[in-house]
């Protein structure tokens, strides 16, 4: 069936004038404007839940002191995996195993594992400045299904070395210690002599 001439001059017009139309922002009223980092290059990871949590939490931190700090966002990435290894373990196989994560799991590895600056743990061991886990995420995969085949509820301390050593090639050992504007801290000090951060203030809400 043909649209009749006049209709569709009629869309063309709609449509182009729609389009040249700008939008007023003369009536929008910035109340509070809370200053952030950088925008940051997760490249070829399924971190953009880690990149985002991270970038929220360095905001809260300088809202509350004033001060900017770059947080490891492939520090939160490497623990959160651990957590989930062990409940998807737990629960048989009956949730999602995925890279990918949300700010709870952020909250989550601050509370358990702390976290450390991005100058301490870059996630790049190989200085390619580029980031790319897909071969370390199915590795990690095809291992914790065969643990998952060999019904096992919980990996084993030489399950936890195999991991372990995955994340050490491919993302970078953690260390103990670390030396951060003239002090030593641990991850979980740093959490709190350093950013002062306590994850139970803060609540996730979402809707899907």
Known sequence: MKCKPCILIFFLISALNAFL???????????????????????????????????FIESEIYRKQGLFYDLS??????????????????????????????????????????????????GDPFSTHYYNYSMLDTLVWQYTRSLLQLHRKKPTAHDWKVYNNLFDTYMGKVADNFEYNGKTYSPKSFVSNALELNPDDYIEITSY
């Not at 809370?34 to 070829?44: L, M, R, S």
């Not at 623990?79 to 952020?106: C, E, M, R």
């Open 21 to 55: 139309q700008a939008p007023d922002y003369s009536k929008i009223k910035i109340i509070h404007s809370v200053k952030c980092a950088p925008v940051e290059d997760q490249q070829y990871s399924s971190t953009c839940w880690s990149f985002a949590s991270a970038s």
């Open 73 to 122: 966002e492939m520090y939160f990435s490497r623990y959160s995996y651990i957590n989930k290894i062990s409940a998807y373990l737990k629960a048989d196989g009956n949730i999602y195993f995925t890279p990918g994560g949300q700010f709870h799991d952020v909250l989550e590895v601050i509370k358990i594992w702390g976290v450390v600056p991005e100058e301490s743990y870059n």
